[in-house]
């Protein structure tokens, strides 16, 4: 996603008293972006990533389960 060169002050210019200043994006730009990156295949991994990341999450509690339960 588009960021503003602001975002990211040089060490210089984050030292100086400048007051902030409110950023404002334009909505049907943003959500067209939000639309493209969508439809890319890195948001596509990053989904995968999180389904994967997910069952490690849950095979781990699974385990810890299996470990702490005298019954089974």
Same mark, same amino acid.
């Given at each position: 996603?588009?960021? @503003?060169?602001?975002?990211?002050?040089?060490?210089?210019?984050?030292?100086?008293?400048? @007051?902030?200043?409110?950023?404002?994006?334009?909505? @049907?730009?943003?959500?067209?972006?939000?639309?493209?990156?969508?439809?890319?295949?890195?948001?596509?991994?990053?989904?995968?990533?999180?389904?994967?990341?997910?069952?490690?999450?849950?095979?781990?509690?699974?385990?810890?389960?299996?470990?702490?339960? @005298?019954?089974?």
């Amino acid at each position: 996603m588009a960021t @503003p060169q602001d975002s990211h002050p040089s060490e210089n210019e984050a030292d100086s008293d400048q @007051p902030l200043v409110e950023v404002r994006y334009f909505l @049907p730009a943003l959500l067209r972006e939000v639309k493209r990156d969508r439809a890319s295949r890195a948001f596509a991994m990053e989904k995968l990533d999180q389904a994967a990341i997910t069952t490690l999450f849950e095979q781990q509690q699974l385990r810890a389960r299996r470990e702490h339960d @005298p019954a089974k």
